[in-house]
């Protein structure tokens, strides 16, 4: 669970300080007009590490002075910029803070220069990687942090005309840009690289500025087209119960300059680009305005680059804003401009909060036995961010890699197998391979595919078997049906077995282990008995009085007395008399002639009479005596079979 701990709670010595204001430096670039000109054309001058001075236009013999938290003078160097002003906050990172430098001013002052530098001059961005590694490294070893570890990410992002495009992997187009429940601004799917060292750093970092806008104007021959901002993101996490989580993020940005499009000279697209940088810088002064004014609505969304400074300005990040500026005369108002937003900047209160989370010791991956974590990976929705490249917030990309990785084919049905083959196919015919659910190493899928085989060949062989079983079994009823119709010279009118109902209707041909069955079997009209199989009860077609014509014709069927013995016939008596007391719904409807109807009338008059006393009381429901008899006779001769 994510938890907020102010600067107050924290006991950091000096860091215990009241909320951070933004911090702001002014960056004077060197002249780079034709020597002759210089002394001219200057309208700017630094007067001391703090302070600064403009002409100002109104009266030129008159100047306007501006104070910052530094201010660096056109002769200072990289080192001097970066250790003055960025240094300081980097430590803030290891405690789960968040700080955030970024560059401003107009086009052509210098911002690229500061932030990136070049291979002899390196800017804040190398130097603050450099050192966050050493200071994690420093931190690591340090005997307070024996039970942590220090993990640095990076992913490095360009809002380019308001979409924000990914640099690492510049297939990520447009991505959002989200805030959680604890009002940390986050841009899921973008991608996240981890730096060991700064040869990793390199590696990501070197190809991904290639991919930035960046286009020749008439005032900068390689001016940025877009605001690109790297972030840096330092996690602390704790080794043993209750395993904390520190996550401080480090925002390095370098904005696009204002442009003036009359001096730009730009055109078609690049004037659309202009258009971009000039709102968004425009709707960052109205942030900054409405901030200082202490207005309840800041007009954040009203652009994608305020929207990702959200943390940085007013939010919860140690913030740093480097001005730069031109001396030249010709920037002169740019300049003006650019230092009244700086001025107003500066008033800006920060409130830095730490950013820490615990995780249960369930959860935590050491706490984790390794069944534990072979279930986690087989879990098919787990996520589980690999070591090296993951994205951030990327539910769809995660989702895909978890389901490749984890689905443990060798343990799945061969049904399922049958099912997610055919998918493949699909996909495979769309064009989408890389979706592919068993894109699982070769050997594997090629077992997969034999042992499924295996089973197919299983389950047809089961099939021929039943149906021999069947065969085999019709072909004994058949034998027997034949050798009982020559010995007792029977007539096809012989009682049909469906007669008895259900218990009875168990008999099944293909069950291989015969049902106990009692064949009931008509006499000849001349009244020969026959024992049945069942000893003590004998079946005998009632004498024919007069042979009755219906009068569609047909005659009638010819009816049967059954002849039992006395003990059999109570005990029957006995059994179908615990049933009609006893017995559930479903038990009374499977007794002979007794349907849903009768059921209900039986269970409704027990419950208000008590048991019957013997099965002839159902006559009070309104069977009458000879319907009893036949029950009787009918359900002794089937609890008897059963
Ligand atoms: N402090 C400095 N020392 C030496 N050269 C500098 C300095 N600052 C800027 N420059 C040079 O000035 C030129 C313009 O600088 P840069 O590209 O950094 O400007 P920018 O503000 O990023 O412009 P844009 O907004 O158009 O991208 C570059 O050639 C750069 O090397």
């Known amino acids: 669970m994510a938890k907020r701990v102010s600067m107050m709670d924290q006991h950091l010595g000096p860091r215990k300080a009241t909320p951070a204001r933004v911090r702001v430096a002014v960056r004077l670039r060197p002249c780079m007009d034709h020597e002759d000109d210089k002394t001219q054309k200057l309208c700017v001058r630094g007067l001391d590490s703090q302070t600064l001075e403009i002409v100002n236009w109104r009266n030129q013999l008159e100047t306007m002075q501006y104070q910052f938290d530094s201010f660096y003078g056109d002769n200072a160097s990289q080192r001097e ?38 291979p002899n001059q390196p800017g804040v961005i190398p130097r603050a990687v450099r050192d966050l590694l050493q200071i994690t490294r420093t931190a690591a070893s340090a005997p307070e942090n024996v039970n942590w570890s220090f993990t640095i990410t990076m992913s490095y992002v360009e809002i380019y005309q308001e979409k924000v495009m990914d640099l690492l992997d510049p297939k990520n187009k447009d991505l959002p ?66 395993f904390r989580q520190l996550t401080g993020k480090l925002y390095l940005i370098d904005l696009a300059g204002s442009e003036d499009n009359r001096r730009t000279g730009n055109q078609g697209i690049r004037l659309k680009e202009s258009g971009a940088i000039n709102s968004s810088l425009f709707t960052l002064s109205k942030v900054v305005d409405a901030l200082n004014q202490g207005l309840p609505r800041i007009p954040y969304r009203d652009s ?42 500066k008033q800006i209160i920060n409130k830095p909060f730490s950013q820490e989370t615990t995780q249960s010791a369930a959860a935590h991956p050491a706490m984790k036995r390794p069944r534990e974590e072979a279930e986690a990976a087989a879990a098919p929705c787990a996520r589980k961010k690999s070591k090296t490249d993951s994205a951030e917030e990327s539910p769809s990309s995660s989702m ?6 984890k689905l443990k084919l060798a343990s799945l049905d061969p049904g399922v197998v049958e099912r997610l083959l055919k998918l493949d196919k699909i996909l495979t015919e769309k064009g989408m391979k890389e979706s592919l659910l068993l894109s699982t190493p070769k050997r594997e899928r090629i077992a997969l595919l034999k042992k499924w085989e295996e089973s197919q060949v299983e389950i047809e062989k089961l099939k021929e078997k039943q149906k021999e079983l069947e065969q085999k ?66 079946v005998i077609e009632k004498k024919q ?18 002849n039992m013995r006395t003990d059999l016939m109570e005990s029957g008596r006995e059994r179908i008399l615990k049933l009609l007391n006893g017995g559930s719904m479903k038990e009374l409807k499977s007794l002979q002639k007794i349907g849903e109807k009768k059921a209900k009338l039986i269970i409704g008059w027990r419950e208000v009479n008590g048991p019957f006393n013997k099965v002839e009381d159902l006559s009070s429901i309104g069977i009458s005596a000879k319907q009893v008899s036949s029950f009787l006779k009918a359900n002794i001769l089937s609890i008897i079979a059963s």
């Open 304 to 345: 994608k680059l305020t929207r990702l400074l959200q943390d940085s300005l007013g939010g919860s990040a140690h913030s740093v804003m480097i001005t730069n500026i031109a001396p030249e005369h010709r920037y002169y108002f740019d300049t003006l401009t650019a230092l009244n937003f700086a001025a107003k900047s």
């Open 473 to 538: 079994a019709m072909e004994a009823e058949a034998r027997l049906d034949r050798s009982n119709s020559s010995d007792c010279n029977l007539s096809d009118s012989s009682v049909n077995e469906s007669t008895f109902r259900a218990p009875l209707r168990g008999r099944n041909t293909s069950t291989a282990k015969a049902k106990k069955v009692l064949r009931v079997l008509p006499m000849q009209v001349n009244s020969r008995v026959q024992e049945t199989m069942e000893e003590g009860i004998t």
């Open 400 to 405: 895909d890699a978890s389901v490749k990785r």
């Open 545 to 562: 009085r007069k042979k009755q014509v219906t009068s569609g014709g047909q005659e009638n069927e010819p009816t049967w007395e059954v």
């Open 81 to 118: 910029v970066y250790t003055g002003s960025v240094c300081p906050i980097l430590p803030n990172l290891l405690i789960g803070q968040n700080a955030s430098v970024f560059a401003y001013g107009p086009t052509g002052a210098g911002k690229t220069h500061t932030m990136l530098g070049n």
């Open 177 to 242: 840009i989200r805030e959680d429940k604890d009002h940390n601004i986050l841009i899921p799917g973008v991608t996240q690289k981890t730096v060991n060292s700064f040869g990793d750093f390199d590696e990501h970092f070197i190809p991904a500025s290639q991919n930035r806008t960046v286009a020749s104007t008439k005032l900068n021959d390689r001016s940025s087209r877009s605001h690109a901002v790297l972030l840096i993101k330092v996690l602390k996490s704790q080794q043993i119960s209750p």
